[in-house]
């Protein structure tokens, strides 16, 4: 089973832990955005006023290769729309770092789309639905669907997909689009785009608009099933549904860490405890001193609840964000996982 956003051994994780290294990073550049989706984890809808420069951005990124990173995984906001992407993209390439993009597309024209080919960078592009009107009522933005269609667009002229140029399409499940989710898996199969399909993580926007977003633990099991028996046999790809990301698992506590676009270090996205800022400290010193980094890489003596019991605690800790939000303990239970007794409540 690929392990989501890592594309490592068991065992370069298990000695990356064991060296305190990094395998990845992840990293927002800015908070700025043009969409408002109403699933988005950022709680701000303004710009900071007190982002990283483009050297801080540089020097981070240095540390984490220092650290044993070969990839960064970029976020946002929307960085496609970031006025310094294409140095940026130039930059990680020219450090022999792997890049992967999550983009609304809106800034996909066909020379930034010719740049991520040219650097090989792996794009997630997001979209949750054909439906143009459902598609737009997510992103909280008219015409959003169009827009994604033309980043499409413009990236299969570029070359996409390919063997050498990967490209995903990230999808939250909710209910305005549970529906037509084995559908869309299956076009996407077939057009040799990888599915990124997850559960939301209840926080922020999510939290706001959870009474025409969230789905039950039950709903969530059966697409899971849906999509794995789809998956089987129709395409010869054998995997066991489990949450929070359909045909994949998110290890990536073990191996990666986020940077916010103000310098703070956080697990990720989800589990939202700085524990140090990039402006004070070095991020190995972070990373090797942090309480709650180390309690996430010694989940199995750590965790709580039902994910440490679980059938699957080798190999899952559920999803630690989901935990975090609405436990406020990240070491809890995964309360959104159809094994957790609490999903169904």
Known sequence: MQIYNLEFSEEEIQRAVAEGRLLSMEIEFSRICNFRCSYCYVPTKSQLNNELTRQEIKDVILQAKELGAGKIIILGGEPSIYPHIQEMITFLSGQGLAIELFTNGTGIDA??????????VRVALKRNSFDESIQDKLAGKAGAGAIIGTALANLQQAGYPSD???LAISTVICQQNIDELPAMWEWLRKERIEPYFEVITPQENAVENKSWLSVDGMQLKRLFQKLSAIDREKYGRDWEPQPPLVGNKCMRHQVSCLVSATGDVMPCVGVTIPVGNIRE??????ISTSEVINNLKNYREMIKGECRDCDKAEECYGCR???????????????TCWRNHCSQE
């Open 111 to 120: 020379d930034l789309a010719r740049v991520l080919a040219e650097n090989r």
């Open 164 to 166: 050498d140029l990967f």
């Open 281 to 286: 400290n070095r991020l190995a010193d972070i």
């Open 321 to 335: 964000g989901a935990a975090f939000q609405l436990t406020g303990d990240y070491l809890a239970s995964d309360p």
